[in-house]
């Protein structure tokens, strides 16, 4: 069994190197079919790993208070949607005096400028800097580490210390060839002192997590002055079961801080960690069937070309399937040579589209600077894909050859 099995493949092979120039268009549309796939299963999957990295690192038991609720669905036009105050900074400061849910802590903080110049002797950075004004928690309520250094302490942010946090891409730029920790930078004519260096982040959509400076709340809003600041909240619970009574305890206490009586709506939003993970999850979702809907049009198409190039293979090779029935060839037998000439044609074009859609793919995620991860589930999907293209492709026309009639055949010219 196993030496006709083998004897079939060789004979397979055979056909496929006489048809080389066929073969070759062939395996071509098929990988075309399948680098669809693959490439674009890649990039979403990219897409998602840089998307859920970046919100996973808030932690599961963490939430914001907002000004806005971005799950919030809108009736009418533009016009008619409600504006939403900011979030002051005294109520951001009562939130955190009157709320005592057990085992919370409570960060507040404020993106002073996006556009600091940050100045370290004689040098000094692009005004492209991201200058935060925060507390001592909001480091371990953003979820962001300390490479070097140290965290703020109650009596830094107290007392108006004027240090500051810096991120690593100082580490290779204004501070490099040197230890940052205990350097003097300065910020609008502000000298600060760097106590920590935050470890690496990298870039969401092409904006550099690591190029800000972080210094205490108070200092940051006495340097910067802007009417309209709108203060960021968050709150981290210490056990995640406890999170949904937080962030209901967190509604109500809100509430009553902004003055809302009980049937107004609320005029801010609370964004939870893991709702943002899901949501992402959920769009991803969506482009993954919009990949699997372009690739399988794609490879229906090819699976149309491999059938009917098998089938012309059959109807050029009608008097060579004559002569092996007359001498003795069975059915089973010219059916498998024909199917195992399709899965091998199938199973390479398979094998080209997975290789140019990952490469394709990494390239995407290369240039909008996604966190790439190798694609197993789409190359195992492209893999079943081109097994299942060949197969159905294969089966008609083997079984058009099997069921030739040996005389027929041999007076075929």
């Given amino acids: 069994m196993f030496k006709l099995l083998r004897e079939n493949i060789r004979i397979a092979l055979g056909s496929i190197k006489a048809q080389l120039l066929r073969t070759i268009l062939t395996v071509f549309i098929i990988g075309i079919g399948i680098m669809a796939l693959v490439g674009i299963l890649t990039v979403?999957?990219?897409?998602?790993?840089?998307?859920?990295?970046?919100?996973?690192?808030?932690?599961?038991?963490?939430?914001?208070?907002?000004?806005?609720?971005?799950?919030?669905?809108?009736?009418?036009?533009?016009?008619?949607?409600?504006?939403?105050?900011?979030?002051?900074?005294?109520q951001a400061k009562a939130f955190k005096e009157t709320f005592d849910f057990p085992g919370t802590t409570i960060s507040l903080s404020f993106t002073a400028t996006s556009q600091a110049e940050v100045r370290y002797g004689s040098e000094k950075t692009d005004p492209d800097i991201t200058v935060i004004g925060a507390d001592e928690f909001f480091l371990p309520n953003s979820g962001l580490e300390i490479s070097q250094g140290r965290n703020f302490t109650p009596f830094d942010v107290s007392n108006n210390t004027y240090t500051c946090i810096v991120g690593s891409d100082f580490e290779k730029g204004l501070l490099k060839d040197t230890n940052p920790i205990d350097k003097v930078i300065s910020i609008r004519g502000a000298r600060f002192k760097v106590i920590g260096v935050l470890k690496e982040?990298?870039?969401?959509?092409?904006?550099?997590?690591?190029?800000?400076?972080?210094?205490?709340?108070?200092?940051?809003?006495?340097?910067?002055?802007?009417?309209?600041?709108?203060?960021?909240?968050?709150?981290?619970?210490?056990?995640?079961?406890?999170?949904?009574?937080?962030?209901?305890?967190?509604?109500?206490?809100?509430?009553?801080?902004?003055?809302?009586?009980?049937?107004?709506?609320?005029?801010?939003?609370?964004?939870?960690?893991?709702?943002?993970?899901?949501?992402?999850?959920?769009?991803?979702?969506y482009l993954t069937t919009a990949a699997w809907v372009i690739g399988i049009i794609t490879i229906f198409g090819s699976s149309i070309a491999l059938m009917n190039i098998m089938l012309v293979s059959v109807t050029e090779r009608t008097r060579e399937i004559g002569v092996r029935k007359a001498l003795g060839a069975k059915r089973t037998t010219i059916a498998t040579q024909f199917f195992i000439e399709t899965m091998v044609i199938g199973q390479i074009g398979g094998v080209l589209g997975m290789v140019i859609g990952m490469l394709l793919g990494s390239l995407v995620a290369m240039l909008l600077k996604f966190s790439f991860t190798v694609p197993w589930m789409a190359m195992l999907a492209a893999f079943v894909v081109a097994f299942f293209v060949a197969l159905f492709s294969g089966l008609y026309p083997a079984v058009k050859a099997s069921r030739l009639d040996p005389i027929e055949a041999l007076r075929y010219e």
């Fill in 44 to 90: 979403v999957s990219a897409l998602e790993h840089t998307l859920s990295r970046d919100f996973a690192s808030m932690g599961a038991n963490t939430f914001n208070l907002e000004q806005y609720d971005f799950s919030q669905r809108y009736e009418g036009d533009s016009e008619d949607r409600r504006i939403n105050p900011v979030i002051s900074y005294a």
């Fill in 201 to 285: 982040k990298g870039s969401t959509f092409g904006n550099s997590q690591d190029l800000r400076v972080i210094i205490p709340i108070q200092v940051a809003r006495s340097i910067f002055t802007q009417p309209n600041i709108n203060y960021g909240v968050s709150a981290m619970v210490q056990k995640k079961e406890l999170l949904d009574d937080a962030v209901d305890q967190a509604t109500l206490a809100f509430r009553n801080i902004r003055g809302l009586n009980p049937i107004q709506d609320s005029n801010f939003g609370i964004s939870r960690s893991d709702d943002l993970i899901h949501k992402i999850q959920e769009i991803t979702g």
